[in-house]
T-cell receptor, first 115, second 115 residues
Framework: DTEVTQTPKHLVMGMTNKKSLKCEQH?????MYWYKQKAKKPPELMFVYSYEKLSINESVPSRFSPECPNSSLLNLHLHALQPEDSALYLCASSQEGGRNNSPLHFGNGTRLTVT | GDSVTQMEGPVTLSEEAFLTINCTYT??????LFWYVQYPGEGLQLLLK?????DKGSNKGFEATYRKETTSFHLEKGSVQVSDSAVYFCALSVNGGTSYGKLTFGQGTILTVHP
């Protein structure tokens, strides 16, 4: 069982919709991440939050908007997406980003389809 | 920049066969090395890790040794099971700076084990 919980597991949305992906962890981790994974490819980093502040944005289009309401929660707000944004979106957390290379713990992801 | 190269798959084995998945890396600084596994329909799970040269990571019968002289971190298992069928990702993370635990992944190797 994963200790990082993502909801929903599946999401189908039209290009004009607004939706949000949610991620929650209760391991006391202070770094949280959003990754995007296309089929048969490795995950690609999108955003990193460290101590609830955005520390890395990997040049992600503004139609993806992250939010970290507290140290346990991470959201990804979606608006005006394109069909090519269809992918598996993975959330991850780690004890402390960067300094000691603590491993990332991944959730099972949200499978997003944009129609 | 940092990079990870994995042997191309897919790899198909019979149950109880010996497994090797090659992984080599290039990195600035002193990386930590990881193997992650992704079972169908799931997120990534940390399989094992090594944080310095000559460290051996092991878990569930899998092993990998951090070889600085050959910049390698090959994954091995003496006797694979059908349940080991998954995608395996080699990854590195460089300590310190502003990397915030950013993982650089290899392309992934699909392993299929037949009874």
């Amino acid at each position: 069982d994963t200790e990082v919980t993502q909801t929903p597991k599946h999401l189908v949305m039209g290009m004009t919709n607004k939706k949000s992906l949610k991620c929650e962890q209760h391991m006391g981790h202070r770094a949280m991440y959003w990754y995007k994974q296309k089929a048969k490819k490795p995950p690609e980093l999108m955003f990193v939050y460290s101590y609830e502040k955005l520390s890395i944005n990997e040049s992600v289009p503004s139609r993806f908007s992250p939010e970290c309401p507290n140290s346990s929660l991470l959201n990804l707000h979606l608006h005006a997406l394109q069909p090519e944004d269809s992918a598996l979106y993975l959330c991850a957390s780690s004890q402390e980003g960067g300094r000691n290379n603590s491993p990332l713990h991944f959730g099972n992801g949200t499978r997003l389809t944009v129609t | 920049g940092d990079s990870v190269t994995q042997m191309e798959g897919p790899v198909t084995l019979s149950e109880e066969a010996f497994l090797t998945i090659n992984c080599t890396y290039t990195a600035t600084g002193y990386p930590s090395l990881f193997w992650y596994v992704q079972y169908p329909g799931e997120g990534l799970q940390l399989l094992l890790k090594a944080t310095k040269a000559d460290d051996k990571g092991s878990n569930k019968g899998f092993e990998a040794t951090y070889r600085k002289e050959t910049t390698s971190f090959h994954l091995e298992k003496g006797s694979v099971q059908v349940s080991d069928s998954a995608v395996y990702f080699c990854a590195l993370s460089v300590n310190g700076g502003t990397s915030y635990g950013k993982l650089t992944f290899g392309q992934g190797t699909i392993l299929t084990v037949h009874p």
